[in-house]
């Protein structure tokens, strides 16, 4: 016979619990390449990814909101009150987040526009118009978030290697806000990688948690 108490100690743990303290975006043309880890040595963090460019800050209430969209179907049994069999037909995998920074990447993607060949003016301005159509290409991103420090850090990255801007929110100009470029990004299967997301849990924290999280031990190579 065991308590309540006992169950708890044995089914629970408190460390598992993680938040996001700390994040940074990538975008990059379809044409790099993705890495094959984003880690080093003992689960340290990698540099940047070559070839990306950053999204700048995100704001702080929000952060990342990551969703799956699924549909599904039903099969009705007769003599059965529930489905007696469901399928998802379809799971559309987005990612939105408000970004802060007005950067020339921001700015392409909020307003579907090409500003590769933009330089200043004779006056240092800069000028672009607006396509009444935005044009959204598809992009790589990283999304790259982190939960501790030192020797108990934890990073959690998701790798979007075909996506696009599918929403963007209003924007405002006020003296109580800052300009913001709220973005959903829509993820599909990368035509030649054959996956729409890929995942990583890791650093040094992370490490050490693994079996706590029902992985098997970390042994590292010699």
């Known amino acids: 016979?065991?308590?309540?108490?006992?169950?708890?100690?044995?089914?629970?743990?408190?460390?598992?619990?993680?938040?996001?303290?700390?994040?940074?975006s990538f975008i990059a043309p379809l044409t790099t390449t993705l890495p094959e880890t984003y880690f080093t040595t003992g689960g340290a963090l990698a540099a940047a990814p070559v070839g990306f460019l950053p999204m700048g800050i995100v704001g702080k209430d929000d952060g990342y909101n990551f969703a799956a969209d699924q549909d599904s179907e039903e099969v009705e049994g007769h003599g059965y009150t529930s489905p007696v069999r469901i399928d998802i037909t379809s799971a559309q995998r987005t990612m939105q987040a408000t970004f802060l920074e007005t950067r020339k990447e921001t700015l392409e993607?909020?307003?579907?526009?090409?500003?590769?060949?933009?330089?200043p003016g004779a006056n240092g301005e800069i000028e672009f118009i607006e396509p009444e159509l935005?044009?959204?290409?598809?992009?790589?991103?990283?999304?790259?978030?982190?939960?501790?420090?030192?020797?108990?850090?934890?990073?959690?990255?998701?790798?979007?290697p075909y996506c696009k801007v599918t929403e963007i929110g209003d924007m405002s100009w006020s003296a109580s806000d800052a300009l913001q470029y709220e973005l959903t990004y829509t993820a599909f299967p990368d035509p030649v990688l054959g996956y729409s997301v890929r995942?990583?849990?890791?650093?040094?924290?992370?490490?050490?948690?693994?079996?706590?999280?029902?992985?098997?031990?970390?042994?590292?190579?010699p």
């Open 1 to 24: 016979m065991a308590t309540m108490a006992e169950l708890k100690n044995g089914a629970h743990n408190a460390s598992l619990i993680r938040k996001i303290l700390n994040s940074v």
């Open 199 to 221: 995942n990583f849990i890791g650093g040094p924290g992370a490490i050490k948690a693994l079996e706590d999280m029902g992985f098997p031990a970390y042994t590292p190579t």
């Open 134 to 160: 935005p044009v959204q290409k598809h992009v790589r991103m990283v999304n790259i978030g982190s939960d501790g420090a030192g020797d108990q850090e934890w990073f959690l990255i998701k790798e979007y």
């Open 109 to 119: 993607q909020a307003l579907g526009v090409d500003l590769s060949g933009i330089t």
